[in-house]
């Protein structure tokens, strides 16, 4: 609003099930009191800053948090809040395994990002164990130029300068990368309670971020407007078959550890709930020059569809009796 943006119907639409209604909004009390002590991570790229700036606004209302960590860059930090001893922590890990980024904060690269594809991210895995709970997901740098290599040796690449590279597709890399951190989370000793949080797709039009894309809408789509969405499909459809299997893998001894927040199809719902070209101070002003580029891959706040995304989640932790607050559950005063 403050950068210019002149609607603000986004601001006001709730997410609705057929045959259900409104969940109840996420209580950051008894989110807070029901883990008392816990340390809760956020794992990603910028949708899960995206997640995590709409869970500091909200639990914010309760308690104040203060920062007691970032990296050089600001994109891994944590919050701890001192009266409720929970801690909060957003880890960058853009496509969770390891990767060598040649991307600048405005997004522009120098050459290819070079992407391990058996080996994971230290950047969270080396923290792993001081987890509680984990939000993790991936999925939008993968679109991104890179050279793939496994063993230390290139095996190929995605859109990259080098023709004599195999080209390989990015689905490929997706599902290789994403069955490694699912290993990886089967596997360990330490069994943190896990989500796993699917594709978050863009909204944009007559274009991609690079080229001139838009998302103008003011209004949700409506039924069978989104399009078929094939490309965005396909990557939701690798997501739930790895996660699947990982279910499958955990063992009977860890019944509902991993869960799926499957969140696609309700945030595809929302193309107008994006910055656009509002990520920036007035980007029509007089005396402007350049073109404009819209932002149209993260949401709105508030208004946009990470507002849901919580109140599922607060609905998910009722529902496995994990906010017990005292001798009851909170879902038994509701």
Not at 1 to 12: A, F, Q, S
Not at 217 to 239: A, H, L, S, Y
Not at 313 to 328: I, N, R, S, Y
Request: hydrophobic content about 35%; aromatic content about 12%.
């Amino acid at each position: 609003m403050t950068n210019g943006k002149p609607d603000d119907g986004y601001l006001y639409w709730k997410w609705k099930p057929y045959g259900c209604d409104v969940l109840p909004p996420f209580e950051g009390k008894t989110f807070l009191e029901g883990l008392r002590g816990k340390h809760w991570a956020l794992v990603g790229d910028s949708i899960l800053r995206n997640h995590v700036q709409s869970l500091l606004c909200l639990l914010s209302k309760v308690e104040d948090p203060t920062v007691v960590y970032h990296d050089e860059t600001w994109r891994s930090r944590r919050w701890h809040f001192p009266l409720h001893n929970f801690t909060l922590s957003l880890v960058w890990a853009p496509f969770l395994a390891k990767a060598e980024i040649s991307e600048d904060e405005n997004g522009i690269s120098s050459s290819e990002n070079r992407l391990h594809l058996d080996v994971l991210d230290a950047n969270w895995i080396s923290q792993w164990n001081g987890f509680d709970y984990v939000i993790i997901s991936a999925g939008q740098w993968f679109l991104k130029p890179a050279v793939y290599l496994e063993n230390g040796a290139a095996i190929g690449c995605h859109n990259c300068q080098d023709k004599s590279q195999k080209e390989i597709a990015v689905e490929h890399s997706f599902r290789r990368s994403l069955a490694k951190v699912l290993e990886f989370i089967t596997t360990s000793s330490h069994k943190p309670v896990v989500l796993y949080r699917t594709w978050s797709p863009s909204h944009f039009e007559k274009g991609e971020w690079f080229s001139g894309g838009t998302c103008d809408r003011k209004v949700p789509f409506k039924p069978r407007q989104t399009g078929d969405r094939q490309f965005d499909r396909v990557m939701w459809r690798i997501e739930r078959a790895e996660f699947a299997k990982a279910a499958a893998d955990d063992g009977p001894g860890n019944p509902g550890r991993l869960k799926l927040l499957d969140m696609f199809e309700l945030s595809l719902q929302r193309p107008d709930a994006h910055a656009g070209p509002y990520k920036t101070y007035q980007p029509f002003q007089t005396g402007s020059t350049g073109g404009v580029q819209n932002d149209c891959l993260h949401w709105c706040l508030p208004g946009g569809p990470v507002e849901a995304w919580n109140d599922i989640l607060m609905q998910m932790l009722l529902e496995d009796g994990a906010l017990l607050v005292g001798e009851h559950a909170y879902d038994q005063a509701i």
